[in-house]
C-alpha cells in the first residue's frame, strides 16, 4: 500500500494537534478538525492551538477547519484523536462521512465503560469495517514533549501489515519514530491500563512516597496489566515493548502526565470533584478505565489489586493512604 496522500485528524486537543504536526512535518497532507470554529480559526491565522499547547508554532501547511466533512473528504487515513468514553458518539456522527477504504487510526488510550471494549473494537462497529482497516498509535508519547520535538519511538498497530507500514512512512520525522506491530489487543490493553497505573503513581507521590514505591508500582503494575492482556489474548512481549513498559514509564514518571498528575492530587487529599476543575476539561482517562479494566479482568477471571484501589479510590470513597496500606498488606506471594 503506497504511502498516504491525504490525512484527516478529527480532536484538536493536546495529542490530536500534536500528531498532526508529526504528520505535517513528516510531508503529509493534513486536515485538522477541531470542535469550536475558533479553534480552527486561531490555528489557521496565528498557527497556535493555545488552550492546549501554548508556545508551540504549528506547520504552515497544516490546515484546520471545523467541518468534520471536508476533512475527511477524500482522505486515505481518518485519525480519531478524542477522549476514549466519547469515541463512539463521536464516530457515529462521522461515519456516514467516512471514505469506504480509509484506514481508521486510533490515539485515544482507554476501555469503554458501557461494553468493556477496546478502541479499536468500538470503531470497527461504528464504522462497519473489517478489523484490517483499524490501526492503533501507542507509545511514550507525551503531546507537549512531542510538540517541543523532543525525540521519541512509538508504535503503529494494525493487522494488516501493508497498513501499517505505510501509516509508518505517514508519521516518521526525524523526532518522532514508529515501529509496526500486528497485536492490537497487547498495544490498546497496555495503553489503556498504564494510564490507571500512573494514577496510583500520581497518589503515592501526594503521599509523599520517593522512587522505591513508585518502581514497585510500575512493575506490578505491569504484571497485572499483562496477566489481563494474555488472559485476552495478547502477545506478552507486547508488554515489554515502547506501547507497554514504554510508555507505562513515560506516563508514570512525568509531571506532564494528566493522570499522575489527577493522582497526586487525590493523594494530596483533593476530591475527585476537585481534581477534576484542576484539570480544565483535559481528559485523564484512567479515571473512568479504571472501572472499566476492573470489570474486564474480573470478567476474564484476572487478579489487578491496584486497578483495584485504584477505583476504589476515585468512585467509592477509598482513600489513598489506606489504600497503600491494603496493597503492602496482601497475602505473602513468590513473584
Ligand atoms: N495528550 C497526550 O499526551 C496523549 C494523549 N493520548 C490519548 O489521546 C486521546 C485524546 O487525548 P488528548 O488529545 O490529549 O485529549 P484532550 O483532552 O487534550 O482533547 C480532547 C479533544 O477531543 C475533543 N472532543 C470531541 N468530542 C468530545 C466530547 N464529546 N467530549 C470531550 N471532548 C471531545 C475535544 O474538543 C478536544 O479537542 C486520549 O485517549 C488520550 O489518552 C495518547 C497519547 C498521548
Ligand atoms: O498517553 C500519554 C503518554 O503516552 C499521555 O498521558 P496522560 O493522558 O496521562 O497525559
Given at each position: 500500500m503506497a504511502r498516504p496522500e491525504r490525512i484527516a485528524v478529527l480532536g484538536a486537543g493536546s495529542w490530536g494537534t500534536t500528531f498532526a504536526k508529526v504528520l505535517a512535518d513528516a510531508g503529509s497532507d493534513v486536515v485538522l478538525w477541531a470542535r469550536r470554529a475558533e479553534v480552527a480559526e486561531a490555528i489557521n491565522e496565528s498557527r497556535c492551538n493555545t488552550g492546549y499547547l501554548p508556545g508551540v508554532r504549528l506547520p504552515e501547511s497544516l490546515r484546520a477547519t471545523d467541518d468534520a466533512a471536508a476533512a475527511v473528504h477524500d482522505a486515505d487515513v481518518v485519525v480519531l484523536a478524542v477522549p476514549s468514553q466519547t469515541?463512539?458518539?463521536?464516530?457515529?456522527?462521522?461515519?456516514?462521512?467516512?471514505?469506504?477504504?480509509?484506514?481508521?487510526?486510533?490515539?485515544?488510550?482507554?476501555?469503554?465503560?458501557?461494553?468493556?471494549?477496546?478502541?479499536?473494537?468500538?470503531?470497527?462497529?461504528?464504522?462497519?469495517?473489517?478489523?484490517?482497516?483499524?490501526?492503533?498509535?501507542?507509545?511514550?508519547?507525551?503531546?507537549?514533549?512531542i510538540a517541543a520535538e523532543?525525540?521519541?519511538?512509538?508504535?503503529?498497530?494494525?493487522?494488516?501489515?501493508?497498513?501499517?507500514?505505510?501509516?509508518?512512512?505517514?508519521?516518521?520525522?526525524?523526532?518522532?519514530?514508529?515501529?509496526?506491530?500486528?497485536?492490537?489487543?497487547?498495544?490498546?490493553?497496555?495503553?489503556?491500563?498504564?494510564?490507571?497505573?500512573?494514577l496510583a503513581c500520581g497518589m503515592a507521590v501526594g503521599l509523599g512516597f520517593g522512587h522505591n514505591t513508585m518502581s514497585s508500582l510500575i512493575t506490578r503494575g505491569l504484571a497485572e496489566t499483562t496477566r489481563l492482556g494474555v488472559a485476552l489474548g495478547a502477545d506478552p512481549m507486547t508488554f515489554a515493548g515502547l506501547a507497554g513498559l514504554g510508555d507505562l514509564v513515560a506516563t508514570c514518571m512525568s509531571?506532564?502526565?494528566?493522570?499522575?498528575?489527577?493522582?497526586?492530587?487525590?493523594?494530596?487529599?483533593?476530591?475527585?470533584?476537585?481534581?477534576?476543575?484542576?484539570?480544565?476539561?483535559?481528559?485523564?482517562?484512567g479515571v473512568k478505565s479504571c472501572s472499566s479494566i476492573r470489570q474486564l479482568a474480573a470478567r476474564h477471571g484476572v487478579e489487578m489489586p491496584i486497578t483495584d484501589v485504584v477505583h476504589r479510590v476515585c468512585h467509592e470513597g477509598l482513600q489513598p493512604g489506606p489504600a497503600a496500606a491494603e496493597l503492602l498488606g496482601r497475602e505473602r506471594k513468590p513473584e
Amino acid at each position: 500500500m503506497a504511502r498516504p496522500e491525504r490525512i484527516a485528524v478529527l480532536g484538536a486537543g493536546s495529542w490530536g494537534t500534536t500528531f498532526a504536526k508529526v504528520l505535517a512535518d513528516a510531508g503529509s497532507d493534513v486536515v485538522l478538525w477541531a470542535r469550536r470554529a475558533e479553534v480552527a480559526e486561531a490555528i489557521n491565522e496565528s498557527r497556535c492551538n493555545t488552550g492546549y499547547l501554548p508556545g508551540v508554532r504549528l506547520p504552515e501547511s497544516l490546515r484546520a477547519t471545523d467541518d468534520a466533512a471536508a476533512a475527511v473528504h477524500d482522505a486515505d487515513v481518518v485519525v480519531l484523536a478524542v477522549p476514549s468514553q466519547t469515541l463512539r458518539e463521536n464516530l457515529a456522527g462521522w461515519q456516514p462521512l467516512l471514505p469506504a477504504d480509509a484506514t481508521l487510526v486510533s490515539l485515544a488510550k482507554g476501555v469503554e465503560l458501557s461494553t468493556l471494549k477496546r478502541m479499536s473494537e468500538v470503531i470497527g462497529e461504528v464504522a462497519d469495517v473489517p478489523m484490517e482497516q483499524v490501526a492503533v498509535v501507542s507509545g511514550p508519547n507525551l503531546a507537549k514533549e512531542i510538540a517541543a520535538e523532543q525525540p521519541t519511538a512509538t508504535v503503529v498497530a494494525c493487522a494488516d501489515h501493508d497498513r501499517a507500514i505505510a501509516l509508518q512512512h505517514a508519521c516518521s520525522t526525524p523526532y518522532f519514530r514508529p515501529y509496526t506491530n500486528t497485536d492490537l489487543i497487547g498495544i490498546e490493553i497496555a495503553g489503556a491500563c498504564k494510564n490507571v497505573i500512573a494514577l496510583a503513581c500520581g497518589m503515592a507521590v501526594g503521599l509523599g512516597f520517593g522512587h522505591n514505591t513508585m518502581s514497585s508500582l510500575i512493575t506490578r503494575g505491569l504484571a497485572e496489566t499483562t496477566r489481563l492482556g494474555v488472559a485476552l489474548g495478547a502477545d506478552p512481549m507486547t508488554f515489554a515493548g515502547l506501547a507497554g513498559l514504554g510508555d507505562l514509564v513515560a506516563t508514570c514518571m512525568s509531571p506532564l502526565s494528566r493522570n499522575r498528575t489527577f493522582g497526586e492530587r487525590l493523594g494530596r487529599g483533593e476530591t475527585l470533584a476537585q481534581a477534576q476543575e484542576a484539570a480544565h476539561g483535559q481528559v485523564s482517562e484512567g479515571v473512568k478505565s479504571c472501572s472499566s479494566i476492573r470489570q474486564l479482568a474480573a470478567r476474564h477471571g484476572v487478579e489487578m489489586p491496584i486497578t483495584d484501589v485504584v477505583h476504589r479510590v476515585c468512585h467509592e470513597g477509598l482513600q489513598p493512604g489506606p489504600a497503600a496500606a491494603e496493597l503492602l498488606g496482601r497475602e505473602r506471594k513468590p513473584e
